[in-house]
């Protein structure tokens, strides 16, 4: 079965400061797609940044980055130039390729910008 | 120019009651679904429609009826609330099939804040 863990519950970044957070999955697949999800305190779920495994370039969404590390199952997201509206909960997600598959959510990290 | 969305966004009520939360998407979707988020935060997934046809039934107590009257509609109707049920529940949609991410992409409605007194 295909797990996502999100093993930092929360973190805390200065404005302006870098931080990454961190995501790992479990799949025996080879064609999945991953992505990370943001969660501001108004509750809205809004796509962040997207990545397809079979790509190994690195998908780049203006300040957000990610980390994909396929053989280490490793699907990390890098914040830029921190903002204090990146405050809110960020979840990764993994879906495999193919129709009628669903998502699996890691448990979120909670991320704090101290200004 | 809402993409999903759900009524009502709160919900207050007391055990034993039968209550329904709404969902529209005008996105065009074939593809919707029920998310259940707890208290700590754990999103998790309840049902997917495709086409109006059941694809995903997780382990989810009987008291809880999904109904899609259409593509762009998924209902859910809960009987018999109880303490436990109190949770956020999202509703989403997607297109079950495509040639990439952002055709699977999920795009979510506001939530249902759901408190059992």
């Known amino acids: 079965a295909q797990t996502v863990t999100q093993s930092q519950p929360e973190m805390s970044v200065q404005e302006a400061e870098t931080v990454t957070l961190s995501c790992t999955y479990d799949t025996s697949e080879s064609d999945y797609y991953l992505f990370w999800y943001k969660q501001p305190p108004s509750r809205q779920m809004i796509l962040v940044i997207r990545q397809e495994a079979y790509k190994q370039q690195n998908a780049t969404e203006n300040r957000f980055s990610v980390n994909f590390q396929k053989a280490a199952k490793s699907f990390s997201l890098k914040i830029s130039d921190s903002q204090l509206g990146d405050a809110a909960m960020y979840f990764c997600a993994y879906r495999r390729y193919g129709n009628f598959n669903k998502f699996y959510f890691g448990s979120g990290t909670k991320l704090n910008v101290k200004p | 120019d809402t993409a999903v969305s759900q009524t009502p966004k709160y919900l207050v009520t007391q055990m034993g009651n039968d209550k329904s939360i709404k969902c529209e998407q005008n996105l065009g979707h074939d593809t919707m679904y029920w998310y259940k988020q707890d208290s700590k935060k754990f999103l998790k997934i309840m049902f997917s429609?495709?086409?109006?046809?059941?694809?995903i039934n997780e382990t989810v107590p009987n008291r809880f009826s999904p109904k899609s009257p259409d593509k762009a509609h998924l209902n859910l109707h809960i009987n018999s609330l109880e303490l436990g049920d109190s949770a956020v529940y999202f509703c989403?949609?997607?297109?079950?099939?495509?040639?990439?991410?952002?055709?699977?992409?999920?795009?979510f409605g506001p939530g249902t804040r759901l408190t059992v007194t």
């Open positions: 429609y495709n086409n109006k046809e059941l694809i």
């Open positions: 989403a949609s997607s297109q079950a099939s495509g040639k990439g991410p952002l055709d699977y992409e999920q795009y």
